[in-house]
């Protein structure tokens, strides 16, 4: 069964500042897609950005990138000039096929002002 | 676009009854929908899954006869909660998908809090 670990449950980052969330999974399979979700207080799970196996160019969306290594199965999310709004649980998923999403344990992120 | 809605976002309910849970993608059709229940600073939980016009497949350890899932259009599912005990008080989150080349998407809905006193 695939597997997805965050083995950071918090994180913290001063404002305009870099901060890299670990995430790592296990599966058999050669063409699947990786995901970084965002849980604000609100807890409306917003999606930050999608990673294809396939692809070896790793996605970005304006701060957001990802450093996807696909022999370590590993896919780490960094976010670039930290904003207040960025304060949120991330959770790191995995998706094969048309089979379910496979969620991490999620990391708390928190920005200093 | 893939807007996916949930009605009420919060409910109390007294222990013993029942509460239907309205998920509805509200620009899309959804093939697919997906059931999830949070605790307080966890993970999603899969529940269980439907697609249009067929029963629900639910997780291990999910106990069908207590959350019963309909997925009657392509437009909306419902999750009821039966004899709800409290328990059962905690966040449920629906997702759907459609098919074609988004298929590997899940729009979330808002998240409903149910409260069982």
């Known amino acids: 069964a695939q597997t997805v670990t965050q083995s950071q449950p918090e994180m913290s980052v001063q404002e305009a500042e870099t901060v890299t969330l670990s995430c790592t999974y296990d599966?058999?399979?050669?063409?699947?897609?990786l995901f970084w979700y965002k849980q604000p207080p609100s807890r409306q799970m917003i999606l930050v950005i999608r990673?294809?196996?396939?692809?070896?160019q790793n996605a970005t969306e304006n701060r957001f990138s990802v450093n996807f290594q696909k022999a370590a199965k590993s896919f780490s999310l960094k976010i670039s000039d930290s904003q207040l709004g960025d304060a949120a649980m991330y959770f790191c998923?995995?998706?094969?096929?048309?089979?379910?999403?496979?969620f991490g344990t999620g990391t708390r992120l928190t920005i200093i002002p | 676009g893939a807007v996916v809605s949930q009605h009420p976002s919060w409910v109390i309910c007294k222990s013993g009854t029942s509460v239907k849970i309205e998920c509805r993608s509200l620009?899309?059709?959804?093939?697919?929908m997906f059931w999830y229940r949070q605790f307080p600073k966890q993970s999603l939980m899969l529940m269980a899954t439907?697609?249009?016009?067929?029963?629900?497949?639910?997780e291990q350890g999910v106990e069908k006869d207590k959350f019963l899932i309909n997925h009657a259009s392509l437009t909306l599912s419902t999750l009821t909660v039966t004899s709800a005990h409290p328990e059962d008080s905690s966040f449920y989150i629906c997702?759907?998908?459609?098919?074609?080349?988004?298929?590997?998407?899940?729009?979330f809905g808002p998240g409903t809090r149910l409260t069982v006193t």
């Open positions: 997702s759907a998908r459609t098919s074609g080349l988004a298929i590997h998407e899940q729009y």
């Open positions: 599966t058999s399979e050669s063409d699947y897609y």
């Open positions: 990673q294809e196996a396939y692809k070896q």
């Open positions: 998923a995995y998706n094969f096929g048309n089979e379910k999403l496979t």
């Open positions: 620009d899309f059709q959804a093939t697919t």
């Open positions: 439907s697609n249009e016009g067929s029963k629900a497949t639910y």
